[in-house]
């Protein structure tokens, strides 16, 4: 699975849109893009996922760019609910067994 | 119901104890994992059942020992565990065909004593 890389942390303040980056230049074509997020002391949560196309859910957008070498997961409204390590995963699509790669992700904090 | 439920959430053990970790779902999930979470660091791979049957195991020492009795329960037994796997152990359900959405349970913290 392609890597991805990550800023440590960001900052973001209460109500405005938090807009978290990932890159990964050696994503391959049957590749998807998974964004998940982990709240201290609990487990991980799915957030969203994309292969080239952006996608919206209940929880965030996903901005895939054309060239899919990078992506963007933006949450439109933060909460303080929304502190959290945010993670970034490359996965092949169909055969790789839920086997998650975890980076070291993003640390958001979100201000009020 | 999108939950799965870990028990118990904290376990203090010696190294000479055998114990065991419960995770449950009732999704009709036919994949589920363990993994294990350092003070930290990101979660990591363990094991991998799909259709109750062990698919990966990524090189965890034997006294780690994963059972899935059925569709819906998975364990791992603990026997002769050493501090340094003190942890937070995480399970996770999936469809089979979804493989990168996976549902995760808040996790065991285990500490080895």
């Known amino acids: 699975d392609a890597k991805t890389t990550q800023p440590t942390s960001m900052d973001c303040a209460e109500g405005r849109a938090a807009n978290l980056p990932c890159n990964h230049s050696t994503i391959s074509g049957n590749e998807y893009v998974y964004w998940y997020r982990q709240i201290h002391s609990q487990g991980p949560q799915y957030i969203i996922h994309?292969?080239?196309n952006n996608e919206t859910n209940e929880m965030a957008s996903l901005i895939i760019t054309e060239d899919r070498k990078s992506s963007t997961l933006i949450l439109p409204h933060a909460t303080l609910r929304d502190t959290a390590v945010y993670y970034c995963i490359v996965i092949a699509g169909g055969t790789s067994y839920g086997k998650l790669t975890f980076g070291q992700g993003t640390i958001l904090t979100v201000h009020p | 119901d999108t939950e799965v439920t870990q028990t118990p959430k904290h376990l203090v053990m010696g190294m000479t104890n055998k114990k065991s970790l419960k995770c449950e779902q009732h999704?009709?999930?036919?994949?589920m994992y363990w993994y294990k979470q350092k003070a930290k660091k990101p979660p990591e791979l363990m094991f991998v059942y799909s259709y109750e049957k062990l698919s990966i195991n990524e090189s965890v020492p034997s006294r780690f020992s994963p059972e899935c009795p059925n569709s819906s329960l998975l364990n791992l037994h603990l026997h002769a565990l050493q501090p340094e796997d003190s942890a937070l152990y995480l399970c996770a359900s999936s469809q089979v065909t979804v493989t990168g959405k996976l549902f995760f349970g808040s996790g065991t913290q285990l500490s080895v004593l």
């Open positions: 994309g292969l080239k």
């Open positions: 999704m009709g999930h036919r994949a």
